[in-house]
């Protein structure tokens, strides 16, 4: 698969709804600050998505796109909703689903990095290493925030009234949930075995060659962004050669996964 221009501009409007999100969380997080220096902090760190944001709608502009007004509105609106379903997780939790929307953010730019150097198209570069070291920071800072609850109980952000609630509950009242959970657990586990049996039966890759890439700059990809394009991946052929070569190089449980799975379920609908 040729890597086009249309594919950097679709990774920018996914960058765009994803900083859109992420402006809106660290603008509710505010209220959550244990001291006026976090808050400021906070405070600046929306400030900064906001110009992330603008950077992005410029490079999506630059070659050529229409930047994405609704969906990134949409994402606000997202952002929001989690934020209230956040009041039924620990501190901890929402922690560490921020933390994961940061990777995401991290993973995508990088991703999107490979794709404009490999284009050619240098001027979107610098807001894409501007954005990196931004969401690396980032990740830092909640790293930071969850070492302080694990050591001390404690944070710069605080729990609200309800997350403190359900910290308690499950402090002295979780365990049927622990043994519901570890039931339910057990058996996904038994079934993506299944799954996996189901799909290797269909996997055939005699032919493919397992030294030749999928697509170009495939290597320098990380596993998340790998499985992310495989998931919207409709060709078989392309699968097989991404299945061959991941198999023959480095092997990443998830990726190997992920492409199986999504063989199984192609195979399976013709």
């Known amino acids: 698969m040729a890597v086009t221009k249309a594919m950097l501009v679709s990774e920018l409007q996914d960058l765009l709804r994803l900083t859109s999100f992420e402006q809106t969380i660290a603008t509710v997080r505010r ?14 760190n929306a400030a900064k998505s906001v110009e992330r944001a ?12 229409v930047p994405d007004v609704v969906g990134a509105a949409l994402s606000r609106a997202g952002a929001f909703l989690q934020t209230q379903v ?3 997780q620990t501190l901890q939790g929402a922690l560490l689903g921020d933390l994961a929307l940061e990777h995401q953010l991290r993973e995508r730019t990088r991703y999107a990095r490979t794709l404009a150097a490999s284009l050619g198209q240098h001027q979107v570069l610098p807001v894409l290493d501007r954005l990196e ?6 990740i830092a800072w909640l790293e930071a925030r969850l070492d302080e609850v694990g050591r001390t109980g404690t944070s710069a952000l605080k729990a609200t009234p309800v997350q403190a609630a359900v910290g308690s509950l499950l402090k002295y009242g979780g365990a049927p949930f622990a043994v519901a959970a570890g039931l339910v657990n057990r058996g996904t586990s038994l079934l993506a075995r299944g799954a996996r049996t189901a799909g290797e039966d269909v ?5 493919v060659d397992a030294d030749q890439e999928p697509f170009a700059a495939f290597h ?3 596993g998340d962004s790998i499985i992310r394009h495989v998931a919207e991946v409709d060709d078989l052929d392309e699968l097989r050669e991404t299945l061959a070569y991941e198999r023959a190089h480095k092997d990443r449980k998830g990726v190997v996964q992920a492409v199986e799975a999504r063989l199984a379920q192609l195979t399976a609908s013709v």
């Not at 209220?31 to 600046?44: F, H, I, R």
């Not at 603008?54 to 050529?64: E, H, I, N, S, T």
């Not at 070291?133 to 980032?138: E, K, R, S, V």
């Not at 996997?203 to 032919?207: P, Q």
């Open 31 to 44: 209220t959550q600050a244990a001291s006026t220096p976090v808050a400021d902090e906070l405070k600046a």
């Open 54 to 65: 603008q950077l992005l709608r410029q490079a999506v502009k630059d070659l050529g796109g």
């Open 203 to 207: 996997i055939d890759l005699t032919g």
């Open 86 to 88: 956040n009041q039924v």
């Open 220 to 222: 320098t990809l990380s």
């Open 133 to 138: 070291t931004a969401h690396t920071a980032t």
